[in-house]
Protein backbone atom coordinates (compact mmCIF):
# COMPACT_ATOMS: atom_id res chain seq x y z
CA UNK A 1 0.00 0.00 0.00
CA UNK A 2 1.79 3.46 -1.26
CA UNK A 3 1.47 6.83 0.72
CA UNK A 4 -2.58 8.29 0.65
CA UNK A 5 -3.27 10.26 -2.27
CA UNK A 6 -5.80 13.24 -1.56
CA UNK A 7 -7.79 14.82 -4.15
CA UNK A 8 -7.99 18.61 -3.40
CA UNK A 9 -11.27 20.62 -4.69
CA UNK A 10 -11.08 24.34 -3.65
CA UNK A 11 -14.09 26.51 -4.42
CA UNK A 12 -13.09 28.27 -8.08
CA UNK A 13 -11.69 31.74 -6.26
CA UNK A 14 -8.30 32.74 -6.07
CA UNK A 15 -9.12 33.39 -1.83
CA UNK A 16 -10.54 29.84 -1.35
CA UNK A 17 -7.27 27.94 -4.09
CA UNK A 18 -4.18 30.06 -2.07
CA UNK A 19 -4.96 28.86 1.49
CA UNK A 20 -6.08 24.96 0.36
CA UNK A 21 -2.76 25.22 -2.23
CA UNK A 22 -0.74 26.10 1.20
CA UNK A 23 -2.08 23.43 2.85
CA UNK A 24 -1.62 20.72 -0.12
CA UNK A 25 2.43 21.77 0.13
CA UNK A 26 1.99 20.88 4.25
CA UNK A 27 0.44 17.42 3.21
CA UNK A 28 2.94 16.41 0.86
CA UNK A 29 5.37 17.30 3.37
CA UNK A 30 4.83 14.08 4.83
CA UNK A 31 4.30 12.06 1.60
CA UNK A 32 0.92 12.27 0.84
CA UNK A 33 0.45 12.80 -3.30
CA UNK A 34 -1.78 15.37 -3.65
CA UNK A 35 -4.30 16.01 -7.00
CA UNK A 36 -5.00 19.51 -6.77
CA UNK A 37 -8.06 20.32 -8.93
CA UNK A 38 -8.72 24.13 -10.68
CA UNK A 39 -10.51 25.25 -13.86
CA UNK A 40 -8.35 25.90 -17.17
CA UNK A 41 -9.20 29.69 -16.81
CA UNK A 42 -9.00 30.37 -12.76
CA UNK A 43 -5.56 28.60 -12.50
CA UNK A 44 -4.09 30.63 -15.94
CA UNK A 45 -5.30 33.48 -14.34
CA UNK A 46 -3.84 33.42 -11.06
CA UNK A 47 -0.60 31.86 -12.45
CA UNK A 48 -0.54 35.61 -14.65
CA UNK A 49 -1.71 37.43 -11.73
CA UNK A 50 0.59 36.81 -8.87
CA UNK A 51 3.34 34.73 -10.87
CA UNK A 52 1.70 31.29 -8.94
CA UNK A 53 4.38 28.77 -8.62
CA UNK A 54 4.27 25.15 -7.56
CA UNK A 55 8.04 24.70 -6.49
CA UNK A 56 10.33 23.43 -3.51
CA UNK A 57 10.70 20.22 -1.74
CA UNK A 58 7.04 19.20 -2.12
CA UNK A 59 6.50 19.55 -6.32
CA UNK A 60 6.93 15.93 -7.14
CA UNK A 61 4.03 15.27 -4.69
CA UNK A 62 2.01 17.85 -6.45
CA UNK A 63 -0.02 17.35 -9.23
CA UNK A 64 -2.05 19.98 -10.91
CA UNK A 65 -5.69 18.87 -12.50
CA UNK A 66 -7.85 21.17 -14.36
CA UNK A 67 -10.90 21.18 -15.94
CA UNK A 68 -13.12 23.89 -18.48
CA UNK A 69 -15.50 25.58 -16.48
CA UNK A 70 -17.76 25.31 -19.75
CA UNK A 71 -17.57 29.00 -20.24
CA UNK A 72 -16.57 30.45 -23.58
CA UNK A 73 -13.65 32.84 -24.25
CA UNK A 74 -16.21 35.63 -24.45
CA UNK A 75 -18.74 35.03 -22.08
CA UNK A 76 -18.83 37.16 -19.39
CA UNK A 77 -17.21 35.37 -16.56
CA UNK A 78 -17.63 37.82 -13.85
CA UNK A 79 -21.21 38.45 -13.85
CA UNK A 80 -22.57 37.56 -10.46
CA UNK A 81 -23.22 33.94 -10.06
CA UNK A 82 -22.14 32.75 -13.84
CA UNK A 83 -18.83 30.82 -12.69
CA UNK A 84 -20.58 29.36 -9.51
CA UNK A 85 -23.69 28.16 -11.48
CA UNK A 86 -21.70 26.66 -14.11
CA UNK A 87 -19.20 25.19 -11.82
CA UNK A 88 -22.08 23.52 -9.69
CA UNK A 89 -23.35 21.73 -12.82
CA UNK A 90 -20.67 20.95 -14.55
CA UNK A 91 -17.70 19.95 -12.29
CA UNK A 92 -19.48 17.13 -10.41
CA UNK A 93 -19.87 14.56 -12.86
CA UNK A 94 -16.22 15.51 -13.93
CA UNK A 95 -14.96 14.97 -10.64
CA UNK A 96 -16.48 12.02 -10.53
CA UNK A 97 -15.26 10.53 -13.86
CA UNK A 98 -11.91 11.51 -12.74
CA UNK A 99 -12.12 9.32 -10.02
CA UNK A 100 -13.24 6.55 -11.17
CA UNK A 101 -10.58 6.62 -13.50
CA UNK A 102 -7.68 6.71 -11.08
CA UNK A 103 -9.28 4.65 -8.91
CA UNK A 104 -9.47 1.94 -11.72
CA UNK A 105 -6.21 1.37 -11.68
CA UNK A 106 -3.94 -0.50 -9.43
CA UNK A 107 -2.34 2.23 -7.57
CA UNK A 108 -2.35 5.63 -6.47
CA UNK A 109 -6.20 5.35 -6.13
CA UNK A 110 -7.63 7.99 -4.43
CA UNK A 111 -8.15 7.79 -0.49
CA UNK A 112 -9.49 10.81 0.99
CA UNK A 113 -11.10 13.77 -0.50
CA UNK A 114 -10.26 17.27 0.62
CA UNK A 115 -12.34 19.93 -0.41
CA UNK A 116 -13.66 23.92 0.37
CA UNK A 117 -16.57 23.39 2.41
CA UNK A 118 -18.62 25.64 0.37
CA UNK A 119 -18.68 22.76 -2.29
CA UNK A 120 -20.98 20.07 -0.45
CA UNK A 121 -20.92 17.93 -3.24
CA UNK A 122 -17.81 16.73 -3.24
CA UNK A 123 -18.34 15.37 0.46
CA UNK A 124 -21.67 13.79 -1.24
CA UNK A 125 -19.80 12.35 -3.90
CA UNK A 126 -16.61 11.15 -1.38
CA UNK A 127 -19.36 9.49 0.62
CA UNK A 128 -20.72 7.40 -2.41
CA UNK A 129 -17.53 6.50 -3.50
CA UNK A 130 -16.65 5.17 0.33
CA UNK A 131 -13.73 7.49 0.24
CA UNK A 132 -12.45 9.64 3.65
CA UNK A 133 -13.45 13.15 3.39
CA UNK A 134 -12.24 16.34 4.93
CA UNK A 135 -13.93 19.93 4.73
CA UNK A 136 -12.12 23.01 4.78
CA UNK A 137 -12.87 26.45 5.26
CA UNK A 138 -10.47 29.42 3.85
CA UNK A 139 -12.20 31.93 6.35
CA UNK A 140 -12.36 32.80 9.55
CA UNK A 141 -14.79 30.52 12.03
CA UNK A 142 -17.61 33.30 12.26
CA UNK A 143 -18.74 32.71 8.37
CA UNK A 144 -19.05 29.12 9.47
CA UNK A 145 -21.18 29.73 12.51
CA UNK A 146 -23.47 32.40 11.00
CA UNK A 147 -24.04 29.63 8.53
CA UNK A 148 -25.23 26.79 11.16
CA UNK A 149 -27.30 29.18 12.60
CA UNK A 150 -29.13 30.16 9.52
CA UNK A 151 -32.07 27.63 11.14
CA UNK A 152 -32.43 29.41 14.22
CA UNK A 153 -32.45 32.74 12.68
CA UNK A 154 -35.28 31.84 10.45
CA UNK A 155 -37.36 30.26 13.46
CA UNK A 156 -36.60 33.68 15.39
CA UNK A 157 -37.62 35.83 12.60
CA UNK A 158 -34.66 37.51 12.11
CA UNK A 159 -33.89 36.37 8.27
CA UNK A 160 -36.86 35.50 5.94
CA UNK A 161 -36.41 31.98 4.31
CA UNK A 162 -34.37 33.17 1.62
CA UNK A 163 -31.88 34.80 3.94
CA UNK A 164 -32.96 38.41 3.90
CA UNK A 165 -33.28 40.04 6.94
CA UNK A 166 -36.75 40.69 8.29
CA UNK A 167 -35.30 44.38 9.75
CA UNK A 168 -31.90 46.20 9.95
CA UNK A 169 -30.45 45.18 13.76
CA UNK A 170 -27.62 44.05 15.40
CA UNK A 171 -27.74 40.73 17.05
CA UNK A 172 -25.38 37.92 19.45
CA UNK A 173 -25.32 34.46 17.77
CA UNK A 174 -23.83 33.74 20.99
CA UNK A 175 -23.20 35.69 24.12
CA UNK A 176 -19.46 35.31 23.77
CA UNK A 177 -19.33 36.21 19.98
CA UNK A 178 -18.89 39.97 18.66
CA UNK A 179 -22.21 41.57 17.68
CA UNK A 180 -23.32 41.67 14.14
CA UNK A 181 -25.51 43.50 12.03
CA UNK A 182 -28.26 41.62 10.16
CA UNK A 183 -26.89 43.42 7.15
CA UNK A 184 -23.66 42.31 7.86
CA UNK A 185 -24.54 38.70 7.89
CA UNK A 186 -22.41 36.88 4.85
CA UNK A 187 -24.75 36.14 2.42
CA UNK A 188 -26.61 39.69 2.89
CA UNK A 189 -24.01 41.94 2.38
CA UNK A 190 -23.50 40.69 -1.08
CA UNK A 191 -25.26 43.91 -2.73
CA UNK A 192 -26.78 41.46 -5.23
CA UNK A 193 -30.45 40.17 -4.36
CA UNK A 194 -29.55 37.34 -6.90
CA UNK A 195 -26.04 36.80 -6.18
CA UNK A 196 -27.85 36.74 -2.07
CA UNK A 197 -30.36 33.88 -3.02
CA UNK A 198 -27.77 31.70 -4.93
CA UNK A 199 -25.41 32.31 -2.31
CA UNK A 200 -28.32 31.45 0.32
CA UNK A 201 -29.29 28.36 -1.01
CA UNK A 202 -25.92 27.09 -1.57
CA UNK A 203 -25.28 27.60 2.06
CA UNK A 204 -28.20 25.92 3.45
CA UNK A 205 -27.67 22.93 1.21
CA UNK A 206 -23.71 22.83 2.20
CA UNK A 207 -24.54 23.11 5.77
CA UNK A 208 -26.13 20.11 5.35
CA UNK A 209 -23.30 18.66 3.68
CA UNK A 210 -21.05 19.21 6.58
CA UNK A 211 -22.98 16.57 8.12
CA UNK A 212 -20.78 13.91 6.10
CA UNK A 213 -17.44 15.54 6.71
CA UNK A 214 -15.34 13.50 8.80
CA UNK A 215 -13.07 16.68 9.88
CA UNK A 216 -14.20 20.13 9.31
CA UNK A 217 -11.05 22.38 9.41
CA UNK A 218 -10.60 26.05 9.89
CA UNK A 219 -8.10 28.49 8.47
CA UNK A 220 -8.08 30.37 11.52
CA UNK A 221 -7.12 29.50 15.61
CA UNK A 222 -8.93 28.70 19.03
CA UNK A 223 -7.24 31.65 20.80
CA UNK A 224 -8.82 34.05 17.40
CA UNK A 225 -12.20 33.58 17.93
CA UNK A 226 -13.19 31.29 20.93
CA UNK A 227 -16.75 32.37 21.27
CA UNK A 228 -16.98 30.57 17.58
CA UNK A 229 -15.39 27.61 17.95
CA UNK A 230 -17.02 27.27 21.63
CA UNK A 231 -20.72 27.27 20.10
CA UNK A 232 -19.43 25.19 17.06
CA UNK A 233 -16.28 22.98 18.36
CA UNK A 234 -16.49 20.50 15.51
CA UNK A 235 -14.80 23.08 13.87
CA UNK A 236 -11.14 22.07 13.92
CA UNK A 237 -8.91 25.07 13.60
CA UNK A 238 -5.29 24.54 12.05
CA UNK A 239 -4.20 27.96 11.28
CA UNK A 240 -3.80 30.64 9.93
CA UNK A 241 -1.93 29.16 7.93
CA UNK A 242 0.77 31.36 6.06
CA UNK A 243 1.67 31.68 2.29
CA UNK A 244 5.23 30.36 2.16
CA UNK A 245 8.17 31.22 -0.61
CA UNK A 246 7.04 28.27 -2.38
CA UNK A 247 4.02 30.72 -3.65
CA UNK A 248 6.73 32.54 -5.63
CA UNK A 249 6.43 36.21 -5.35
CA UNK A 250 4.06 36.90 -2.63
CA UNK A 251 0.22 35.91 -3.06
CA UNK A 252 -2.01 38.96 -2.89
CA UNK A 253 0.64 41.76 -3.90
CA UNK A 254 1.62 41.16 -6.95
CA UNK A 255 -1.78 41.80 -8.54
CA UNK A 256 -1.51 44.54 -11.58
CA UNK A 257 -4.95 46.81 -11.48
CA UNK A 258 -7.28 45.19 -14.44
CA UNK A 259 -10.67 46.03 -15.75
CA UNK A 260 -12.00 43.56 -13.44
CA UNK A 261 -10.31 46.26 -10.15
CA UNK A 262 -7.79 44.53 -8.55
CA UNK A 263 -6.02 46.57 -7.22
CA UNK A 264 -1.62 47.61 -7.75
CA UNK A 265 1.36 46.30 -5.67
CA UNK A 266 1.81 50.00 -4.48
CA UNK A 267 -1.78 50.55 -3.76
CA UNK A 268 -1.80 48.01 -1.19
CA UNK A 269 1.49 48.32 0.45
CA UNK A 270 0.95 52.36 0.75
CA UNK A 271 -2.14 51.51 2.39
CA UNK A 272 -0.61 48.76 5.08
CA UNK A 273 2.61 51.89 5.59
CA UNK A 274 -0.31 53.73 6.69
CA UNK A 275 -2.08 51.27 8.97
CA UNK A 276 1.45 50.54 10.15
CA UNK A 277 2.16 54.41 11.36
CA UNK A 278 -0.56 53.92 13.32
CA UNK A 279 1.04 52.99 17.08
CA UNK A 280 -2.11 51.32 18.39
CA UNK A 281 -2.52 49.36 15.16
CA UNK A 282 0.74 48.25 15.27
CA UNK A 283 0.87 47.32 18.79
CA UNK A 284 -2.10 44.98 18.27
CA UNK A 285 -0.69 43.38 14.99
CA UNK A 286 2.51 42.08 16.58
CA UNK A 287 0.06 40.92 19.21
CA UNK A 288 -2.30 39.33 17.08
CA UNK A 289 1.08 38.24 15.72
CA UNK A 290 2.46 36.45 18.46
CA UNK A 291 -0.81 34.80 18.53
CA UNK A 292 -0.97 33.38 15.79
CA UNK A 293 2.60 32.03 16.10
CA UNK A 294 2.57 30.46 19.09
CA UNK A 295 -1.22 28.65 17.11
CA UNK A 296 0.87 27.12 14.86
CA UNK A 297 4.24 26.18 16.44
CA UNK A 298 5.19 22.91 17.45
CA UNK A 299 2.63 22.20 20.62
CA UNK A 300 0.39 24.86 19.82
CA UNK A 301 -2.83 24.63 19.56
CA UNK A 302 -3.58 24.23 15.37
CA UNK A 303 -0.11 22.67 15.07
CA UNK A 304 -1.90 19.51 17.51
CA UNK A 305 -5.11 19.51 15.52
CA UNK A 306 -3.45 19.21 12.19
CA UNK A 307 -1.32 16.31 13.79
CA UNK A 308 -4.54 14.56 14.59
CA UNK A 309 -5.61 15.21 10.90
CA UNK A 310 -2.42 13.83 9.67
CA UNK A 311 -2.42 10.45 11.90
CA UNK A 312 -6.70 10.35 10.74
CA UNK A 313 -5.30 10.32 6.57
CA UNK A 314 -2.73 7.43 7.55
CA UNK A 315 -5.20 5.18 9.53
Request: proline share 4%.
Amino acid sequence: MGNPHILVIPYPEQGHIIPLLELSHCLASYGFKITFVNTQHNEERIRNASGLKVKGDTEDLIHLVSFSDGLESGEDRFKPGKRSETFLRLMPGKIEEFIERINASDSDKISCILADQTIGWALELAEKKGIKRAAFCSAAAAMLVQGFSIPKLIEDGIIDKEGTPVKMQTIMLSPTMPAINTAQLVWACLGNMNSQKLFFALMVKNIQSMKLTEWLLCNSAYELEPGAFNLSPHIIPIGPLVASNRLGDSVGLGFNKDEHGIITRGEIKNKVEQLLSNEEFKATSLELKETVMNSIKEGGSSYQNFKRFIEWIKA
